[in-house]
């Protein structure tokens, strides 16, 4: 069975500063990684997701996330942050072989200050 | 296109009584998942319907159930409501199986709480 493990619970970053917000996994399968947003009162929203291909996949939104196989980890990162991006963060993991069903970690709730 | 839309919004319960929540999914998607979302355990995945069929179901007890129509709408019912069941359910329907590595559209969750 799959599992997720982000790291951080909350993180509190400057506007304009880079943020790195942490995710690892553990899967004895292949899997699709999956990064959502949640603004408050609302529902999930997808950030970016990786399927196969190219290990770096990127949002419309400036964030971007890399699948790293060796270390388990899909770490989510935005170079400069804004107010707007004040939301928690939850990071996915499906099997694909479509076994189990959407896995997701704990999430982390990222404060962006003025 | 209109988003996945979930009624009702927000409910309030008693322990003991049975509540049926509903979930309309984008049009033309096939696939529809229910979550529970809770401060302590996070999302939970509670199961897929597919083409009117239970693809996957979490680990949770019998007491909470689903189906989908023809139309792919989907309800799910907790029966014996608990404290425990206080939370935020989400909806999430794609064009296909999860396992194709469709996206999700959340709906904005029906708010239960349990008193």
């Known amino acids: 069975a799959q599992s997720v493990t982000q790291l951080d619970s909350q993180v509190p970053v400057f506007e304009e500063a880079p943020v790195e917000l942490r995710c690892n996994y553990s899967s004895s399968v292949s899997v699709y990684l999956f990064w959502y947003v949640q603004y408050p009162n609302q529902g999930l929203q997808l950030l970016l997701k990786?399927?196969?291909?190219?290990?770096l996949v990127e949002s419309i939104n400036g964030f971007e996330a890399e699948f790293n196989k060796s270390q388990t980890s899909f770490h989510l990162r935005k170079p400069s942050v804004h107010i707007s991006d004040t939301a928690e963060y939850f990071c996915?993991?499906?099997?694909?072989?479509?076994?189990?069903?959407?896995?997701f970690g704990k999430g982390t709730r990222l404060s962006v200050i003025a | 296109k209109a988003g996945v839309t979930q009624t009702p919004r927000y409910l309030i319960k008693t322990r003991g009584q049975q509540v049926t929540l509903s979930c309309s999914p984008i049009?033309?998607?096939?696939?529809v998942s229910w979550y529970q979302q809770t401060p302590g355990q996070g999302l939970q995945f509670l199961f897929e319907?597919?083409?009117?069929?239970?693809?996957n179901k979490g680990n949770f007890p019998g007491r909470f159930s689903g189906r989908q129509f023809s139309n792919s709408r989907s309800e799910m019912n907790v029966s014996t409501l608990e404290l425990g069941d206080s939370a935020l359910y989400l909806c999430?329907?794609?064009?296909?199986?999860?396992?194709?590595?469709?996206?999700?559209?959340f709906g904005p969750g029906t708010r239960l709480t349990v008193t």
């Open positions: 996915a993991v499906s099997d694909r072989s479509g076994n189990t069903p959407l896995v």
């Open positions: 990786y399927l196969s291909g190219s290990t």
């Open positions: 049009s033309g998607h096939r696939s």
């Open positions: 319907y597919f083409s009117e069929t239970q693809r």
């Open positions: 999430a329907s794609s064009f296909s199986l999860l396992a194709e590595g469709y996206e999700q559209y």
